[in-house]
């Protein structure tokens, strides 16, 4: 007979899809689903919850003593297995017997991390060793197959609404609708295994796009993040770095950087990964940077900084475990924006904006000198000044302001003549030529960008200067 992985692994090598295996089950020889953290022995009194339902396998022949049984329940025999009354002889190790409680069978939720586990191919096996998985990506997506393991019972808390998954296989059937798989849960055994209101959808549709399918669990990020913290109070680490960065996606905040890419139709998702797994990561100082590669829907700000439709981007979430703060992984990040600056078209990136977060002492971890301390002093007054005197014209009405206001970086700019502000944002064509203050035939260098602390702004066009970071 034919192992689970060896299946699976053909599953892979046909169809390259991946799947989400459920891990907990509510099988009796299981010694982790009873009270005293093993199976019951012939003289032990065998107590189930009797206000709770539940599915339970019998994987081996039993000799008890005496058991209360749930008033609504199933017990599933394996072939050749039953229950035999004890015949009170002392079994080594049960000599004197207890009462033992099988555990909560209504603990384990749908949209919980922990209880998830991806089965992967051995080529993603390998890569797996440089990429990390996205809190929401642990449980499963709108694409993705889900297993629930044969030889095993099990039950589950459908905490949702609504729950959308391409196929569910259990007990050797493979459900391929909605409408077969409801027909399912309706059964008595279906009726056990899953329990809640959630409605869930079967479509059997993988995703077609190859510039990457959201996952679809962002409207349920905080339950995720809710169960995450029920485990533990300190699921997420204590962190480094001053101003942590917070992918979309993931519950905890983190030390590193993080990449977003905007992309044209000739960006593959698959074919990009794999270009930065062998270019950069397990490579030299950077064995120890972990990557996460997703496609989200980032708000974009129009001129008027108005939000406007949410528009897909490519996140990149760079962390390494060498470093608290993150600095392995930040120094990569800025090597992956060099590279694409040369690269990027290529692959049919059109522009990157880069997050990185940032050390009180500074990123490379020294001190700040005495010089830097005064030389921060005598710019906080003169912003000061700077400051007030902006605001008596404001006041006096010599000065109008249209808020709200956004931050404008001028390439090269004390070299360049004075001239009408136009916001281009992340609009500027590829590789147009341009003259020594960065213009493009009939632009002006400049780009409007929301500007927050450890962000930078790269496109292609501009040949690797960094807006985010031009001193004016």
């Known amino acids: ?194 329990h809640g209101n959630a409605s869930i959808a079967v479509t059997n549709t993988k995703c077609e796009d190859k510039s990457g399918c959201e996952c679809g669990n962002s409207d349920n990020h905080r339950r995720i993040c809710s169960n995450l913290q029920q485990h533990s109070k300190r699921y997420c680490a204590e962190l480094d770095c001053t101003t942590p960065l917070k992918p979309q996606g993931h519950c905890c905040e983190i030390c590193g950087a993080i990449i977003y890419l905007k992309y044209d139709d000739r960006f593959d998702l698959e074919l990009y990964r794999t270009q930065l797994i062998n270019l950069f990561l397990g490579l030299g100082d950077n064995k120890g940077v972990q990557m996460s590669m997703t496609k989200v829907y980032k708000e974009h700000f129009s001129k008027q900084t108005i939000p406007s439709d949410a528009i897909p981007h490519i996140q990149i979430v760079l962390i390494d475990n060498a470093t608290k703060a993150g600095t392995l992984a930040i120094r990569l990040a800025q090597e992956v924006m060099t590279d694409i600056t040369s690269q990027g078209n290529a692959f049919g990136i059109v522009s990157a904006e880069l997050q990185i977060s940032t050390n009180i002492e500074g990123q490379d971890g020294r001190n700040i000198s005495t010089g830097k301390i005064t030389g921060i002093v005598l710019g906080v007054l003169v912003a000061a000044l700077l400051a007030g005197s902006l605001a008596f014209f404001i006041i006096s009405g010599r000065i109008r302001v249209k808020s709200p206001l956004v931050l404008i970086n001028f390439k090269n700019c004390f070299n360049c003549a004075a001239a009408e502000t136009v916001d281009k944002g992340f609009s500027n064509p590829v590789y147009d030529p341009q003259d020594s203050c960065g213009h493009y035939p009939g632009d002006l260098a400049i780009s409007i960008v929301p500007r927050q602390a450890g962000t930078s702004v790269i496109t292609p066009p501009f040949d690797g200067h960094d807006f985010g970071e031009q001193d004016c």
């Open 1 to 194: 007979m034919w192992s689970a992985n060896v299946i699976f692994s053909l599953l892979f090598h046909v169809s390259g899809a991946f799947y989400k295996q459920w891990i907990p089950n509510t099988n009796f020889n299981n010694a982790s689903n009873w009270d005293k953290g093993k199976i019951p022995c012939k003289n032990d009194r065998v107590l189930f919850p009797s206000d709770k339902q539940l599915s339970v396998l019998v994987q081996a022949p039993l000799d008890l003593m005496e058991m209360y049984m749930p008033l609504d329940g199933e017990f599933i025999l394996s072939h050749g297995v039953g229950f035999a009354a004890s015949d009170g002889q002392i079994e080594p190790g049960c000599e004197r017997g207890e009462d033992i409680t099988f555990n909560d069978p209504d603990q384990y939720k749908w949209y919980d991390p922990k209880y998830w586990q991806t089965i992967l191919s051995e080529s993603e096996l390998e890569k797996n060793k440089y990429t990390f998985t996205l809190d929401d990506e642990s449980v499963p997506c709108q694409y993705d197959d889900v297993v629930f393991q044969p030889g095993t019972s099990f039950r589950v808390d459908l905490d949702a609404q609504y729950i959308n998954v391409k196929t569910i296989s259990l007990m050797n059937r493979k459900f391929v609708s909605s409408v077969d798989f409801n027909n399912y849960k309706q059964s008595n055994t279906g009726r056990l295994q899953f």
